[in-house]
T-cell receptor
Framework: GAGVSQSPSNKVTEKGKDVELRCDPI?????LYWYRQRLGQGLEFLIY????????KSGLPSDRFSAERTGESVSTLTIQRTQQEDSAVYLC?????????????FGPGTRLTVT | AQKVTQAQTEISVVEKEDVTLDCVYE???????LFWYKQPPSGELVFLIR??????QNEISGRYSWNFQKSTSSFNFTITASQVVDSAVYFC?????????????FGKGTRLSVIA
């Protein structure tokens, strides 16, 4: 079966423009996560969706960041009025919801460069 | 508050050497999970292990082994007889959730270079 996919793989945008990043989780995975990885750094949690519950947005760095998820499928992370500090790899992960935090399956990431 | 510290930023070893990657965590919960992930040069994170806070048995999987010590809040990872293919960034992570899913708190990672 297919793993987590993300698009685009690379995105270069000008400062001030809006960008949308897409994540297709593994079919049947109820939990979906977005993380950000700056160059040479660990992963920072951004937002988490679990089934039909309200998303956990506690990791979003500013109100320029938002995300949506359609049911238990595709998710879109939107960054408005991009800044150079937004340059990073944005990683999406999904997992099953059963018996404790499970293995999170990560996508290949979207490398965002803001010029 | 949760925190994961990987004090070793970069390690370089010669092939066939053993290497240990350190991970120290902080949590106020008594129930939690610990994880290790590998990020090879291709960039995609690969799950290696999940361990819950009630299971302090060491785990061995081939050349990989993990040493969980609650007394020192450490979850160290050892690669025996390292190979060039082990070159990657390795991340330790923590989740305080006991049931259901929650985001992971990651350390900054240790970059391992294995030289032939």
């Amino acid at each position: 079966g297919a793993g987590v996919s993300q698009s685009p793989s690379n995105k270069v945008t000008e400062k001030g423009k809006d960008v949308e990043l897409r994540c297709d989780p593994i079919s049947g995975h109820t939990a979906l996560y977005w993380y950000r990885q700056r160059l040479g750094q660990g992963l920072e949690f951004l937002i988490y969706f679990q089934g039909n519950s309200a998303p956990d947005k506690s990791g979003l760095p500013s109100d320029r960041f938002s995300a949506e998820r359609t049911g238990e499928s595709v998710s879109t992370l939107t960054i408005q009025r991009t800044q150079q500090e937004d340059s990073a790899v944005y990683l999406c992960a999904s997992s099953l919801s059963a018996g404790g935090p499970g293995e999170q399956y990560f996508g290949p990431g979207t490398r965002l460069t803001v010029t | 508050a949760q925190k994961v510290t990987q004090a070793q930023t970069e390690i370089s070893v010669v092939e066939k050497e053993d290497v240990t990657l350190d991970c120290v965590y902080e949590t106020r919960d008594t129930t939690y999970y610990l994880f290790w992930y590998k990020q090879p040069p291709s960039g995609e994170l690969v799950f290696l292990i999940r361990r819950n806070s009630f299971d302090e048995q060491n785990e061995i999987s081939g050349r990989y082994s993990w040493n969980f010590q609650k007394s020192t809040s450490s979850f160290n990872f050892t690669i025996t007889a390292s190979q060039v293919v082990d070159s990657a960034v390795y991340f330790c992570a923590l989740s305080e959730a006991w049931s259901g899913n929650t985001p992971l708190v990651f350390g900054k990672g240790t970059r391992l270079s294995v030289i032939a």
